[in-house]
């Protein structure tokens, strides 16, 4: 049966991206050798490794701008404390709109002070804080521009002359934005751009090496952006997939083509949400994410027979996450349109059903 995959992450890829990256695994490059057993610095790889970072900038409109990207380890998780271990000498700003933001909040926190400009905790981080002032003496800002767990997004980022650092682990990729308002954009691959393994970093160089305290060499940016992202062995297989993927997304049309695609799925989706009776969206509507959509049955007494009915039509992961409740639909850039059609259509039968 036909899967219809809306998990949060890691998430749908490309089929094509599949059907490549298994045939990888059994011979890479017609050498003969699996991608898994060779070695991160034979000409294969190195070109792999190039081309990911080449292609991340080029679909960002980053390149030649004073940009690196590099692809790390340890997750969005570690960028919590990497970012601040690099940037803080005092304080740094941060809005706080979600579990993702807090939990940067709180990294942060081991090395200077914290101010976090404003936060949207008094409604369970179900919009955008959107009047706040920016402390014009702090070492940078840090947003993160989709709340994967609550469905919101930043529809635009406030003017700074602070170095602007923005958590898009879920919605890079998806959207065409001026990218070079950013000095240091990170994101965990496995949301919009590969298996979960790596994380992409693209940061403006000129940013670096302003702090006085000293900084392990795996913890500096620096030391990665000198070794062309092979300080150490990197995540092999997952920078391969998510160059694939990158790929994907520039043979489509690039960001351009993406936005087009997942602004109609979230139309579609969001439309059925307002219309029909039985459900209400979680999210304000401004502030609605087109990657994360939550939204919740208004009676839980029809949650049996939805999740009952979904389910059995090969839909995989709509169940919300358990400080929201309910469900979430994470549309990526791989989910077609013709999935979101198939919760849109059983939301209707739910609503002639009961
Ligand atoms: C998933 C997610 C993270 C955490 O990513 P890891 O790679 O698991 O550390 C951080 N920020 C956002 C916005 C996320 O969606």
């Known amino acids: 049966m036909k899967k219809h995959n809306f998990s949060a992450g890691p998430c749908i890829l490309p089929q094509e991206v599949f059907q490549e990256a298994s045939q990888a695994i059994l ?27 080449s292609l991340a900038l080029e679909l960002l409109g980053l390149q030649n701008k004073g940009y690196k990207a590099l692809f790390l380890q340890g997750g969005a998780s570690t960028q919590f404390l990497m970012v601040a271990y690099n940037l803080i000498n005092k304080k740094a700003a941060y809005l706080n709109t979600g579990t993702w933001s807090s939990k940067a909040i709180k990294e942060a926190k081991f090395f200077g002070d914290v101010i976090e400009v404003a936060s949207s905790k ?22 993160t521009s989709n709340n994967t767990i609550f469905g919101t997004q930043m529809k635009s980022f406030p003017a700074t002359s602070r ?13 065409e934005l001026d990218f070079s308002k950013f000095d240091l954009i990170y994101a ?4 919009n751009m590969g298996p979960a393994g790596t994380t992409l970093v693209i940061v403006k160089e000129e940013i670096l090496g302003k702090v006085s305290r000293e900084i392990p060499s795996m913890m500096n940016y620096q030391t990665h952006i000198d070794k062309d992202s092979m300080f150490n062995t990197p995540a092999v297989y997952a920078v391969y997939v998510s160059m694939l993927t990158l ?24 439309a059925e949400i307002d219309r029909n009776p039985l459900f209400k969206g979680f999210a304000e509507k401004e502030d609605r ?26 839909v995989n992961g709509l169940n919300g996450h358990r400080s929201v409740g309910g469900y979430r639909a994470s549309m ?20 002639e059903k009961v």
């Open 27 to 53: 011979d890479f490059n017609n050498s003969g050798l699996s991608i898994l057993e060779i070695s991160h610095r034979s000409p294969d790889f190195v070109a792999v490794m190039e081309e990911a970072r």
């Open 122 to 143: 008094d409604k369970n981080f179900n919009y955008i804080p959107k009047s706040y002032s920016l402390p014009e003496d702090a070492d940078y800002f840090h947003c």
């Open 163 to 175: 170095p602007l650092v923005c958590d898009m682990s879920s919605d890079i990729f998806s959207r």
């Open 188 to 191: 965990g691959a496995q949301k």
């Open 247 to 270: 790929r994907w997304i520039k043979s489509k049309g690039g960001l351009k083509a993406m936005e087009k695609l997942n602004h109609q799925k979230a139309e579609l989706l969001y």
């Open 289 to 314: 994410s087109p990657m994360n959509a939550t939204f919740n049955l208004v009676n839980e007494a029809h949650k049996e027979v939805f999740d009952k009915m979904w389910k059995s039509a090969g």
């Open 332 to 351: 990526y850039n791989a989910l077609p349109l013709e999935s979101v059609q198939v919760v849109v259509d059983l939301m209707k039968e739910l609503e």
